[in-house]
């Protein structure tokens, strides 16, 4: 990792969860600066934030670090996004060799993201509070807040689903979801133990039988999204990963529940026609690759048809 990819601006060893404290120490600087570089660990940027966090679906992997003594290391940035920025960050247990490398999406604040046509993603999502529901379709600010909160917590929520479903009944490979706080989540690094992340699938150059095995996974798992009553919503080359040459799903946040939505059926024919034109463009014959039988077989295994 070079060194002008980590974030020097960043304020070492200090607690990320000041809400937590009292307002006394939240408006006095010295204090609140005396208070956290007490509680500083010795090494990495941070205590572990696994115990304020929800957690990942039980069996919990063996990787996972849990443990109460272990610390967070930023080691820079995987990839920027208007919604969101993912970080790499080290988690282990200091003088034990133990340590797991994470994938950190943290989505933006309130003034500086932009989520693209999220008012077609939220159909069919809706919170009980009239209050909240009218500052989400008005976009105040705190109307904002929640939208991204929702973002973070649908997508946790989908990929703890899917990580069950691919575990117990396989067809689908997404990272394991480690934890979410607030609007960050804590994911399982794709990638090499050295800290490379796994190639896109829009960066791939497979060969035909590789290209045909990359199809049929494709296939699969958008059979067991629909068999779901789900869509990717934003599907594309580029937030598929090929790791080891198995196909992994990412960026999830905007997944959609095709019958609840009443535009579920358009975005689910829409993930279907985007990644058949990449394949046909990489040399799929073409009765692979036609999107519309395709998008008519999920349509049946969805119930909407």
Known sequence: MRSHDLDSSRPRGRRQFDDDEPNDLKFRG???????????????????SWDAADHGPEPIPDWVVTEHAAVDDELGILKTGKEADVHLVRRAVPETGRSVLLAVKRYR??????????????????????????????RTSFGRQMIAGQWAAAEFAALSRLWHIGRTMGGIHVPYPVQLLGTELMLEFIGDADGQA????????????????????????LT?????????????????????????????????????????????????RVVSAWFASRGLPSELADPEPLISTLLAEANLR
């Not at 609140?32 to 572990?48: F, H, K, L, M, N």
């Not at 699938?201 to 199809?215: H, K, M, S, Y």
């Not at 789900?230 to 999830?252: C, T």
């Open 198 to 221: 796994a190639p896109r699938l829009a960066q791939a150059r497979p060969e035909p039988d590789e290209l045909l095995d990359l199809w049929r996974q494709m296939v699969e798992a």
């Open 109 to 138: 604040d309130a003034d500086h993201r932009l989520f693209h046509r999220d008012a077609g993603y939220l159909e069919g999502r809706r919170v009980r509070r009239s209050r909240e529901m009218r500052a989400m379709e008005n």
């Open 30 to 48: 010295p204090r609140r600066q005396a208070v956290a570089e007490a509680d500083a660990p010795d090494t990495g940027d941070r205590w572990s």
């Open 224 to 272: 067991v999204l629909a068999r779901s009553g789900l869509a990717h919503g934003d599907l594309s080359p580029y937030n598929m990963l090929v790791h080891e040459g198995r196909l992994v799903l990412i960026d999830l946040p905007q997944i959609v529940d095709v019958i609840a939505n009443p535009q579920g059926p358009e975005f689910l024919s829409r993930d279907v």
